[in-house]
């Protein structure tokens, strides 16, 4: 696995400890991209580049067959007015003690020069973000929210300090998912201990005196952030701390080599900086990427220039001081390709060297398996496995059914949207590359042929360049028993540490909408069947490698019509204004809501009054017509259109419904006139593996409604 670095770094090699040769490549830099030799006493090589990659590599076959090494850094130490650190590898001799070539990366530190470095795990269970220490509670998943607002001394803090979250984690139908969940931070305490290294005024010819010119930095400091609604926290410290203590043990976390991640400057909202909780609303800057190693460390380096200094000013809080507020305050991402995957909590006040620690939740970034599982290669769309025995199945037809925690939850379900296919060869491998073909059940099949790209890790600094691309590419292969010279296949990078850990069993990224349209050619909606098949490198098929999957795919929305709003036989249309004949007269409303493939998971109707004043209604007149109709599974099985499922629709399955308001008025009693929204809502029951279809308007019909009651 390549190691990423940032800015200037001068490299040289450290020891050699290995029979086989030994070399190291340089990429992406401004003017040292090349191969240098893995021997101690050849020249150092200066190297700069806003993003660029070493690779170590052996070569154990001859001069045509170089390897690469697995690759591990250390943390860095400051010598004199170098900071350095070390590159060790191991090649596939059979000793595995990192020492075959170990190189060594220097750079000089100074006042404008940070260095972050640490440990990125996951973590598992019911806990608190284990890598954030006193005084910080953080939570940084909606599902533990939603978990841990079942305890009265978290949600009373939280309810306090974050009263809109509480809102949304409680809404009554699905939403699309917030991407990414921005963290929760909660102070124990007024004080939080700093810790790092401050250069000061540091040069890189300075004397050996002058050298050491470095302050270690670990002391208690007034806690700037979330200082002003400490407390609100106070009183419940101690039964938070208790109940951090009895679930602090719920918790595993193991390393994740391969994570990209992005780094950020961030802004202090106005708000923040009166010592109000975080938010995570305020300005970002992007400082870069790096990637974590095969034991889930990183380095990341960045420089802040007197311009950026200077626009740090209007980023202290009252009463901050001034030399520790001047420091950058950073968040990390994980990201995969333009996907923010997961965001931290805010890392406030960074000295010049500074270990944090990450600890990301398992769920945010493994959608699927790491191995083949459940005895076939396709293993999930998105975050939906499809292997038995997990609670998801998917009907003859494609609809899937999905119960399992890691995704969403949906019953009888369609596919929609840009669908990200899971699967492995862990089982065979040969396979070297793969074919993806679809067709409609019982036709002929066509190779997908979708471009699709991943993220090569020695490019890292360059999203443009063709070699982050994974396939189609065109190769001879043995397809059905015949020779096709121009088959447009995928290279399998499922085991390849130069690429990005992270979904990297991803074999492509399917536009639900491209197969439908181009196989039903009326409806744009129907089943198709997927087949991935796996190659060796001499184009053959590799026994076992394949697998098919059949996916009901549907891209069409819920639609929907009010059609007219009456007062007994008279609907006034555009502009209506009802004078009523008594407080409470029912008013008819004639509607629609449909999907054609029967994919409707919800429709309902809305009333509001005024300044969005909701208002109850309800059809008191038999038959009496749902105005909130949910799909169920044993009523409607496959198929709930919508309206044509209420009550007695018409031919064009409109229905009708006698609307009176459940406070027996339909205006306050101190009002003789207000303006009325009537909204229809629907739902689609369909998922892309990651979300379910939020909500949406399908229609909005305003009118006046005016009562004048009789004189006393």
Known sequence: MAITMQGAWTISVKSKNASFPQRFLIQGSDSADGIYPGEPGSPAVNVTGAQWSITIQHNPDGPVSWLPSAERVTNPVLSGSQLTFDIQSNDSGGDHDY???????????????????????????????????????????????????????????IEALYPERVKIIRRPFPEPDPAPFRPIMIPLSAFTEESGAVFENIQPNASAAAATSMKSVTAFARLSLGAGVFDRVSPHVRDLAKLLDRIRFHCSVKDQPGLLLRFLEYDRTAD????????????????????????????????????????????????????????PDILVQVVNGTTVLFETGLHTNIPNLKRIDLCIPESVINPGPTACQGGRAIQAVGNIFTISGVGNTLDAEGRITATHSSGPQITRGAWAGRLDLFACFTDQPAVKYYTIRFRKPGSGWSFVQEEYKHVFIPFIGDPGHPAHKVGPFTRTLTIDGVTDPNAPAYNNIESDSQWLATHRLRKVKLSSSVYADQLYLTDHAGPVEFKIEGYDASGNKVAGAEDTITLYLDNRPVTGDIDTIALGAIAPGECGLFELPSANAALTIRFKADHPGGFTQRYYLDVRRGSNTAVAVSDTTTPVQPLDLVYNEATHGNFFFGTFNGVAPDSDNYVLAELQADSGAWLPSDKNFCAFAFELWGVRRATDGYHLNGAHRLDQELIGISFTPPAA
Request: charged share 20%; proline share 3%.
């Open 99 to 157: 020492n075959d070539l170990v190189l060594s990366c220097s750079t000089a530190a100074n006042d404008s020069e940070f260095v972050l470095y640490g440990n990125v795990r996951t973590y598992e269970g019911f806990c608190f973000n284990p890598c954030f220490r006193f005084p910080w509670l953080v939570i940084d998943t909606a599902q533990h929210l939603r978990e841990l607002l079942k305890y009265p001394a978290v949600s009373k803090v």
């Open 272 to 327: 923040e900086l009166a010592g109000g909780a975080y938010s995570g609303e305020g300005d970002r800057q992007v400082l870069g990427l790096t990637v974590t190693d095969e034991q889930g460390n990183y380095i990341f380096r960045f420089t802040r220039t007197l311009a950026d200094i200077a626009e740090e000013v209007s980023d202290v809080p009252s009463g901050g001081v001034l030399a520790n507020e001047l420091r």
